[in-house]
């Protein structure tokens, strides 16, 4: 692994994807985690108003989250494999300075037929300095058949505030990413972001969130959309947002 060039590589685009970063007889374990804590038809847990206005449907469990009644200790060891990960660890470092911070682990599940999540930042892009970096990790191919490919915009952690406008559509300049089991894509928060519609099936990821010495735990409660920005420890949007022209 050649941490100085995947350390600029990362800068200059906002992103990495790395194929084959995980073994796979544990994204085997992972994924069967995931699998049987979903079921076949989970319910939505966001309120209606954030899952019609957001055009994000997602259903999250924190694995790693030992307040929680759902927890497991065997259900986590799996988890806590990959966040202990040298590798990961090693490149984490060299992407966030020494004092970086894992914030917690977050599956997000999207079942078949949903709209994936329209285009956004985790976090408000007023500091460049404050953001939260998504590792996420996918313990299974998204096939573009199923649909629910990541799509990144190269370059856009540094372009400020993303446009107001239609939540789903195609920009010119973005980069269509086709996870596979056991790939790792480093995402900075500030980088513009979308998760096209689950056409068939289901699809899921593991997201290990992390920030930089001095971010604040709560950095991705707003998140940007191009419609709005929405808080969500009060459930509530905080700003409308208008196309310009
Ligand atoms: O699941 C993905 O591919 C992207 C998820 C995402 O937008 C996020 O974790 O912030
Ligand atoms: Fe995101």
């Avoid at 108003?49 to 065997?74: A, C, G, H, M």
């Avoid at 010495?213 to 707003?222: K, L, M, V």
């Amino acid at each position: 692994m050649n941490l100085e060039r995947l350390r600029h590589e990362f800068w200059q685009n906002g992103y990495l994807a790395l194929d084959n970063f995980f073994e796979s007889n544990l994204m085997d374990e992972i994924d069967k985690n995931i699998r049987n804590h979903f079921g076949d038809n989970p319910e939505f847990w966001h309120e209606e108003e954030f899952l019609t206005r957001s055009k994000t449907e997602v259903i999250p469990w924190f694995p790693q989250n030992p307040d929680l009644p759902e927890y497991s200790p065997e259900a986590a060891a799996p988890f806590d494999r990959v966040e202990a990960d040298q590798k990961l660890q090693r490149l984490t470092r060299a992407l966030l300075g020494d004092a970086w911070r894992p914030l917690y682990s977050m599956v997000m599940f999207s079942k078949k037929g949903t709209s994936g999540q329209a285009w956004h930042q985790d976090c408000p892009p007023d500091d460049s300095a404050r953001f939260n970096l998504n590792r996420l990790v996918y313990t299974r191919d998204i096939s573009p058949d199923i649909g629910g490919l990541t799509v990144v915009m190269p370059g856009s952690h540094r372009l400020g505030e993303l446009p107001a406008g239609e939540p789903h559509e195609d920009l010119r300049g973005q980069v269509v990413l086709k996870p596979r089991k056991g790939m790792l894509v480093l995402l900075h928060g500030h980088t513009w972001h979308r998760v096209l519609p689950i056409t068939d099936a289901f699809r899921f990821s593991t997201n290990y969130r992390a920030c930089p010495e001095g971010t604040p735990a709560d950095i991705t409660d707003i998140c940007l959309y191009r419609n709005m920005r929405y808080r969500f420890s009060t459930n509530s949007v905080v700003e409308e947002r208008y196309p310009t022209s």
